[in-house]
């Protein structure tokens, strides 16, 4: 089992950045897939990016393709989400979320991040 904690959201800008952070905990971290969901008011939660175990295989979504990207760091159980040139539709709570079955089984409790135009 891993418990996930985000940090890292906020208020920002139109056009500025945020850097998420997502801790795990336990020592398995190393061996899910890890991916960041968003859900925005009155919408279903979204796939944002993924990363396969060892960092070498990413996916993104259309809508922030070249704006975002995800790492990890697997010595320090933590995934990143580097979020660019934002825009106020990227306003949603953002997930981290740890699939070791091809299925998302733990998620964290979100971090709100908020876009102005």
């Known amino acids: 089992q891993v418990q996930l904690v985000e940090s890292g959201g906020g208020l920002v800008q139109a056009g500025g950045s945020l850097r998420l952070s997502c801790a795990a905990s336990?020592?398995?971290?190393?061996?899910?897939?890890m991916g960041w969901f968003r859900q925005a008011p009155g919408k279903e939660r979204e796939f944002v990016a993924d990363?396969?175990?060892?960092?070498?295989?990413?996916h993104y979504a259309d809508s922030v393709k070249g704006r975002f990207t995800i790492s990890r760091d697997n010595a320090k159980n933590t995934l990143y989400l580097q979020m660019n040139s934002l825009k106020p539709e990227d306003t949603a709570v953002y997930y981290c979320?740890?699939?070791?079955?091809?299925?998302?089984?733990?998620w964290g409790q979100g971090t709100q991040v908020t876009v102005s135009s």
């Open positions: 336990g020592r398995t971290f190393r061996t899910y897939v």
């Open positions: 990363i396969s175990q060892n960092s070498g295989t990413t």
């Open positions: 979320a740890a699939n070791l079955f091809n299925r998302y089984d733990y």
